[in-house]
């Protein structure tokens, strides 16, 4: 048996609480990309056509058919959901994922339905019926009492209906990920944590809400990396929102070359347009009867991209469903949950990056932001300046399919 750990907290425990979650985040999304049959991260290289197909998901307590990776950790009815996730692995090309709740261990297996599988299941669907009210199949659970639960399991045996992701044979991720841990580990045998970090530029000092500005060897290449998060007020509550600007450069290249400025007053206008934009997500009507939004994670490349992107959403619990005499409420409270439940693709923040910056480097520094100019190098000041500039001549905008992350 071939077994490749995609990802296991107990390689990261002495890393920092961030610093963990961001190569978890690495990690988990590059195989929801590959899932997506997305050609960004992780291009698809064999059975396209499965790509973006909903997940089929075997635990204790039955099946769980989702709609992407992240459902299976955002959706209540997902056997990992609530989960802390400890260990991700491919064997033999089988996707096994293992969580933690409440002290307790959750295991699952994935696999994805094909092109036929998805009619089976909305046969099996209809087989079911149960009128007036239809039932989405997806972001379903189907334990042994459910009356789908036979054709289910006879789905999950069946390679035509459901197949193996076969994740580790063709990632074009993982395996440069695993040498470059590896060579760095035997480079540095004193320290078992193999992320290096240093100072990029004078932001690395700002304390406005939660900021941290780093930079990460990733092998051949080095990742500069802004995270910035603060709450935000919406009409629909407080939501926490989390920006992550990132660029990269080769190792042979100098620092500078991955500089980017950055204002936090224009920080604090994107996170605002990011929680507006994922709450205005659900029409006005709908929302007494979504799942509140709690957290906003939003990215932007600012060497490539002039608009943000959010690119996931975390709700807190769903009301409860209106009594069944109450037909209007019932129709959106199920509205409301197809919404949220169905895959979160990028979702471009209307705000122009370069015109905020544009906005703020032309405006008298506040008094807190004074020195951080003073300590720029004279090279890293100068590409500062020559992208602003740039950004007010031209005003062009990346479109979403043509950028990279």
Partial sequence: MTETTIWDIEEHRKEPPGIR????????????????????REPRTFDPENGGNPLMVRSGDGFYVGGSLNMLRDDPDSPLFGCEIQNIRDEDGHLF?????????????????????????????EATYRPPYWVDPVNQAFTPAHPMYDGVLAMWDDPTMAVTPEYAAHSTYLPKARASIERRMTERPDRTFPTVTRPSSPISTL??????????????????????TRPVSTSYGEVTVQLRLSSFRLSDEEPE????????????????????TAVNRIPEN????????????????????????????????????PHLTDLKGRIAWEQARRLQSHPLERIEVPVDWNTLMERYTSQP??????????????????????????????????PVHETTR
């Fill in 257 to 276: 070359r991955a500089f980017f400025p950055v204002d936090t007053r224009a920080m604090d206008e994107l996170a605002q347009a990011a929680a507006e």
């Fill in 286 to 321: 709908l929302r007494p009867y979504a799942a509140p939004v709690q957290q906003v994670n939003a990215y932007l490349d600012p060497t490539t991209e002039s608009h943000a992107a959010v690119t996931d959403i975390r709700c807190g619990e769903r009301p409860e469903r």
């Fill in 207 to 228: 304390t406005v809400h939660d900021t941290k500005d780093y930079e990460k060897d990733l092998g051949d290449t080095w990742q500069r990396v802004v995270e910035y």
């Fill in 365 to 398: 520094s506040k008094p807190e932001d004074k020195g951080r100019d003073s300590n720029l190098s004279g090279e890293a000041r100068s590409m500062r300046d020559s992208s602003a500039a740039l950004a007010s001549i031209h005003g062009t905008e990346t």
């Fill in 21 to 40: 979650n961001l190569d978890f985040r690495e990690s988990f999304d590059h195989l929801a990309d590959y899932l997506d049959g997305y050609n960004i």
């Fill in 97 to 125: 994922i293992t969580g933690n709740r409440d002290g307790g261990t959750v295991g699952v297996e994935v696999r994805q339905l094909t092109k036929a599988g998805e009619p089976r299941l909305d046969d099996l669907t």
